[in-house]
């Protein structure tokens, strides 16, 4: 008999495939590679798909370095805030690179991954990931302190207190991929066909053989608590910015306020929206398609369009990347 908690996450959470597996009558094989899902066979559409990927990789690649740059060589833009937004551009620079490289190689070779290199991909897909989750985190309070303690700003956000901030997000999510792909390779894997373009947790759950209720568990737990939260700390500080933001009278005031939350709420908005599509939609808007499109926006369209975000929405940054592209 399935437990009730297993019905309930494979009813609630259909990315995870919570079903009991016996390996009883099934040999175990050694998967020593694993075949991801192409785009197409069709010679002509492999050849778009390359050059759509190749097009949005080099977009993504330059937007986030031209970025960093522009925040390296600024002296005007040495403070914490933009030190915050050149970690995100590097974060986002290596979450497009764990996927999509890899993609565009199997649209012309054969669609095979080794298994050291699924390891690595699921590592690097989760360490991206919880990195930018965390950084927005990061972020939203370096906004708050901003806003409503302008006058102790340079105290509370002094250089020690910011490189321990930015140290925590990659720390952190290093360790909880390391965890999370440790758990996921541990298991015994009955077929070598992974229904997505790259190797995801989700999916690697599916083909296994082994019980994967407690992968599941984990998962959920892990993700709800995270997600809470950095959900809980965002919204919160965006609650007294708000309150602090409508005490004030002068109308320049307010807007250069919010013209700095703007960015920032439009690339949580954008990373949030996608993330939950891609993971917490009802089942019946399950299949083989939607799921690989969720996956593509939610690993391919924050780092291709946070930089664009900030450069457009941020005058600080649009004047001098400006200068800096005029030199």
Not at 87 to 107: E, F, G, H, R
Not at 153 to 178: F, G, K
Not at 283 to 299: G, H, I, N, Q, R
């Amino acid at each position: 008999m399935v437990p009730p908690l297993v019905l309930f996450l494979n009813d609630m959470f259909p990315f995870v495939s919570t079903r009991v597996r016996l390996t009883e009558g099934r040999g175990n094989q050694t998967v020593t590679a694993f075949f991801l899902l192409g785009f197409s066979d069709l010679p002509e559409l492999q050849i778009l798909h390359f050059v759509t990927f190749l097009s949005i990789y080099s977009a993504a690649l330059v937007g986030n370095f031209l970025l960093m740059l522009t925040v390296v060589q600024n002296q005007s833009l040495h403070n914490p805030m933009y030190f915050f937004l050149a970690n995100l551009s590097l974060s986002d620079a290596c979450y497009i690179s764990a996927t999509v490289p890899k993609s565009m190689a199997i649209s012309w070779t054969n669609k095979l991954i080794s298994f050291p290199g699924c390891v690595a991909q699921v590592f690097l897909v989760l360490t991206g990931a919880g990195v930018e989750l965390t950084f927005l985190t990061v972020m939203a309070y370096d906004r708050y302190v901003a806003i409503c303690h302008p006058l102790q700003y340079t105290v509370l956000m002094n250089w020690n207190t910011c490189i321990q901030m930015a140290a925590a997000p990659w720390i952190s999510s290093i360790i909880y991929a390391a965890v999370n792909t440790a758990n996921t390779f541990r298991l015994n894997f009955c077929s070598s066909k992974i229904e997505q373009y790259f190797c995801d947790i989700p999916q690697l759950l599916t083909i296994s053989c082994t019980d994967t209720t407690a992968n599941a568990v984990v998962l959920v737990v892990e993700g709800a608590v995270i997600c809470s939260f950095c959900l809980f700390g965002i919204l919160t500080s965006y609650g007294f910015i708000l309150q602090n933001v409508l005490k004030i009278k002068s109308a320049k005031a307010k807007s250069k306020a919010f013209s700095t939350c703007i960015p920032h709420l439009t690339v949580l908005s954008l990373f949030v929206s996608t993330g939950l599509f891609s993971y917490m939609r009802p089942k019946s808007m399950s299949s083989v398609p939607v799921d690989v499109t969720a996956a593509v926006l939610y690993t391919i369209l924050p780092p291709l369009l946070n930089p664009i975000i900030y450069s457009l929405k941020n005058k600080e940054i649009h004047v001098a990347m400006q200068k800096m592209l005029k030199k």
